[in-house]
């Protein structure tokens, strides 16, 4: 099963992946992570990268098609995987086409999770994560019972540098001029399928799984 995960920063990307992992056993790839863990080793590509991320900027295509491909390349891709950030513009999008064509495969769906801006900005800069755990809060959907502490493991919770209201506008801008397209791009390749990310986490996971149901 190869699947794609579309949606703006804060749609709840990263939350779904998770729970797809699990349940179907298949690789988890974001580029959001990859990156993050390059910029933590202070890796080349993670410093290059940190000088877009910083701005609330898209990376560089060259710069994403190469972390990308390489792990598409790993032995645990090869029954299958699921991409989360990645492609975010029609020119990677056209490029992940040609390459998994020259491996003689291609995308079972693209699933779209759709979330209004009021709502992702929300999300975004009420988030709070433990620094012990990694558990994450929400001021505004899931405050913890004790303000800046983790109802999990009692870290002390915080904010990341780039949740901030300016940013996620900035990111929401990009996300529209540059990666919207990509909605019509699969749409027209006929794999798309949208999902209402306004509900609960509940429900949108039972509505990717029908979806994904239907294709195993």
Do not use: W
Not at 6 to 17: E, M, N, R, Y
Not at 82 to 89: S, V, W
Not at 91 to 109: I, T
């Amino acid at each position: 099963m190869r699947i794609i995960l579309l949606g703006a920063p804060g749609s709840g990307k990263g939350t779904q992946a998770a729970r797809i992992q699990q349940k179907y056993n298949i690789p988890h790839i974001s580029t959001g992570d990859i990156f993050r863990s390059n910029i933590q080793r202070q890796t080349e590509i993670g410093m290059e990268a940190k000088k877009y991320m910083d701005q609330g900027l898209l990376v560089p295509d060259e710069l994403t098609l190469r972390i990308v491909e390489s792990r598409l390349m790993e032995d645990d891709c090869q029954i299958g995987f699921m991409l989360d950030g990645f492609p975010r513009t029609t020119v990677q999008a056209e490029a992940l086409d040609k390459r998994l064509n020259e491996l003689g495969k291609s995308l079972n769906v693209v699933i779209s999770l759709d979330v209004n801006d009021d709502t992702i900005i929300k999300r975004i800069t009420g988030r709070q994560v433990c620094k012990s755990c990694g558990e994450v809060f929400n001021l505004y959907f899931k405050n913890p019972a004790e303000a800046g502490k983790c109802d999990k493991c009692g870290g002390e919770l915080y904010t990341r540098a780039d949740d901030t209201e300016e940013t996620v506008a900035k990111r929401l801008k990009v996300y529209g001029e540059q990666t919207y397209p990509l909605i019509d791009f699969y749409s027209k390749k006929g794999n798309l399928v949208k999902i209402n990310g306004e509900q609960e986490e509940e429900q949108v996971f039972y509505d990717i799984t029908q979806t994904l149901n239907s294709i195993i």
